[in-house]
């Protein structure tokens, strides 16, 4: 770095890209987010005056490892070539993960992976930062804030995952910290493992990971997690209850960690630094900025050490602040310009982060897989990867997962066939009731005949149809079909007749009765429905509204029930002389059987109340009423909402039991959605987001599942299906978006077999139209090709001079 300019004294010209917007700056804390942000905005503006206060010594700091899951690191290698330079330098580089389970290794090749020590990071920018003239005052704690924010044009917080700065300004940052379940505990080993690694063991107290990866010659970091009530009956919480001086570590635990993991140390030590047992801390901030002050790195946000991310977030955010400073022209402008660049970016990276960490957090659910599926389960856990990249990485590891659960290599999940009840679907994709709200009438309409022909041949396994009510007073709004008439029936009756002509595809009917979510209009953009005005008078479990502009319903009584148990049932019958294959049942969403189900709008207090137990009696009434009349053999399935979203909800628990005592009274499959059940949820939006459920209950109970809600990629529908998290994926807005969607898929994979068939009018079109440019043929350009990169690397250090 030594041919590096000096910078200018006071006053010269800001460099390129920057202006004179803060020239004194205050930066607290010397992490990487600091160091590297001191380091960048001295470079853009040399005029600037930075000073960086860190409260620890210089050579001060945890060391283990830091790991970069991407080891290209774009931005950063383009902003301050030099630094990235001398960070390679010292990479630990590797492509292999290795996943540890069961006394079995499963690797998956072609990640790329980079790794180095902490205490060296920190040494390179601090480096960088003398080089530059910035002044880091080590051993310095920053003075208070208000003072730093009077005197300096800007303070830069990048005081990390326990901010000060930010708990002095909570009511500005309105910052909401969530700390996990686990338990885990900070180690360095030297052992050298060759790839990134995860151990998976499980002990008669619980499950034991290790999250372990090189990052020297000599080196590997090796973090344990435990779940906290695994980790209480491991004995650890005796270790950790008493007080640790500063820097001490708990050597207890640190002790038996090693006992209970030596069959993956061969013999190493397990090294501990100032390392206890802590919990992870998710960090959100609803503001990262206030007047002159603003949040970045671990202050403003964390994410779980599982994706590895959390330095390069902070390092991100110093790139993305320095370059704001130096594109607008006020100070309010770069910050505001800062966060709303960095903001969707940190989003994503902690919905994967939290898919991530609930995933090891829940772990035990998954350890009666088979060591090739676990793997793929373990690999795809934050939905950023996923099956297609996976195999695009390393198709072998694919290929033998597909082998191991049944499939062959050839066939993507998704067009594996699936028997049900005695129906046997062609492959794994489901139309989900998609309801059209055309049937004034409440007979089904022309265009519910054209959705269901359009998808019946757009090549899913099954197509359902949308909610349908039992009675005048169980439609949703004015525009819903029925079944509660021979009238009704028959016109079913005629539309299955109509699409049977041109496609056999099995075909369902979703049957509801709306409850309090009743006499609304059609839904608007946000997916809900407005009170009609003088709507019907509603039924419900009990009298709560929906929301403050909704009319009350009344609690249902006895009798009220019968009738709708008895409703359920005629329609059953109904749908079941109109031809359809399969039923599926609308017990969640908030609707009348749903809200019999859940906590928050079951507030009575007969045997239709109160304990679990009773709030099941409806459901399972009208569910042994229909099972009755619906003919043995054809699939029955239940839709639920597995959770509400909503402080005291359904919890996990009850809906495994929920879904336990389904299956006893004869269902076949459950369709596993969330929410809509209380107009206060909040849901985390985002792909696959309720997957997890479906995981959930068929893990736990064993009962075929489908997988629903923003499932809208072939490669999302084959993540899910490989990894064991459901046996079907239904696919609602996307096929709305693309009636063909299942075909267009096989299309895209380059399937063509019995999962994917065309309809024999249609063949001519069974492949992807070519593009512009198709017929355009790339020369040669390269005189020597580069050989392609291999899939296995492993970290092989030279070893260290004696
Ligand atoms: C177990 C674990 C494993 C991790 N593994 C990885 C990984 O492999 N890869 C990865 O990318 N990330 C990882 N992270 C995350 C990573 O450590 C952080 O995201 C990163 O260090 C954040 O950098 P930062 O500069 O924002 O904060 P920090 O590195 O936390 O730095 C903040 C600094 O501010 C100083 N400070 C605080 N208050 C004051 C004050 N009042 N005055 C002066 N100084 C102050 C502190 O002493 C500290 O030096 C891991 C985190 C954990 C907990
Ligand atoms: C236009 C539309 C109509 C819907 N109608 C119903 C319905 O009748 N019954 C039901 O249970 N869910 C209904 N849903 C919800 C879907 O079945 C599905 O659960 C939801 O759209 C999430 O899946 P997606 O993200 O793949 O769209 C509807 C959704 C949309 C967009």
Redesign the pocket.
Known sequence: MSGTPRPTPDGAPPGPGGTATARRIAVIGAGPGGLYFAALARQSAPGREITVFERDGREDGSGFGVVFSDETLDGIAQADPEVFAAISAEFARWSDIDIRYAGRVRTSGGHGFAALDRNRLRAILRRRCAELAVDVRYRTPAPPVERLAAEYDLVVAADGIRSGTRAAYREAFRPELDERHCRYIWLATDKVFEAFTFIVERFDFGVVQVHAYPYSATRSTFIVEVAEEAWRRAGFEAFAAREFARGESDRESVRRCADLLAGHLDGHRLIPDASRWIRFTTVRNASWRHRNVVLLGDAAHSAHFSIGSGTKLALEDALALTASLGEQPTLDEALAAYEAERRPVVESTQRAAQASLEWFETVGRRTGQDVDQFAFNLLTRSRRVTYGNLRARDAAFVDAVDTAVGGSPGVPPMFRPLKLGALELRNRVVV??????TSPDALPSGFDRAQLTGHALGGAGLV?????AVSPAGR?TDR?PGLWTDHQGAAWRELVRAVRAVSDTPLGI?L?HAGRRGATAV?GPD?IGRPLPGGRPLLSASALRWDADSPLPHEADEAELAAVTADFAAAAGRAARAGFDVL?L?F??G?LVSSFLSPLTNRRTDRYGGPLAHRLRLPLEVLAAVRAVWPAGQPLLV?ISACDWAPGGTTEAEAVAICRALAQAGADAV?V?TGEVVAHQRPPYGRGY?TPFAELVRTATGLPTVA?????GPDDANSVLLAGRADLV???????YDPLWTLHAAAELGYSGPGARWPEPWRAGSRRPPGPGADRVAPRLRLLREPPAPVHRRWSPTPPEE
Request: proline content about 8%; some cysteine; overall charge neutral.
């Open positions: 989900p009731p998609l309801a059209t709200f359902l149809a949308g909610m349908t949703t819903c979703q509801t839904p997916g599926e609308q969640g969403h609707h839709r369709d959605s309720q629903v809600g923003a499932i809208s239904a696919v609602g807005r996307a096929q709305l």
